[in-house]
């Protein structure tokens, strides 16, 4: 039962992980909330959820009532990871500007903070985190089965 919870959390903490690295790479500048950055490269989210999926597939087997919830919950978070906030990234870009094109004043700079535009992921990025989901769920599975 505790590979259920356990390879999750180590799928997440490697996407993560490579996230950070990533982002600080290409900033060239250490920045601790990097750790819990929303996009780019890979998908933590897809990872976590992929994972779960693998490992329960794996252990109760794909026809069991389980693997069907996890399946349809990772379904969504995939699709929400991908489509929605990929969405709200655009509603935070055209909203920075409208903001930013209005006269400078103290109450707008107070009260309208600039809104993340990356908040989504690409299809390919998505793609990268269920690979590390599944690899890990797989691995973990085999050393640990």
């Known amino acids: 039962m505790y590979l259920h919870l356990l390879l999750p959390i180590i799928a997440f903490a ?18 601790f909330r990097n750790l819990f950055a929303y996009s780019d490269m890979p998908s933590g989210h897809t990872s976590v959820v ?46 920075n500007i409208l903001v930013k094109d209005l006269e400078e004043d103290d109450f707008l700079d107070d009260s309208y903070p600039e809104l993340l535009e990356k908040i989504g992921h690409t299809p390919i990025q998505a793609i990268i985190g ?15 089965i």
Do not use: E, P
């Open 50 to 95: 992929v994972a779960l999926t693998t490992i329960t597939g794996l252990i109760n087997g794909i026809d069991s009532a389980l693997f069907a919830i996890t399946f349809v919950f990772s379904a969504i978070v995939i699709t929400d990871a991908i489509g929605f906030r990929n969405y709200l990234g655009q509603h935070g870009k055209t909203l």
């Open 130 to 144: 269920a690979f590390i989901g599944f690899t890990v769920s797989v691995v973990g599975y085999l050393i640990f």
């Open 14 to 31: 490697i996407a993560q992980g490579t996230k950070f690295i990533l982002k600080t790479r290409k900033q060239k500048k250490f920045r």
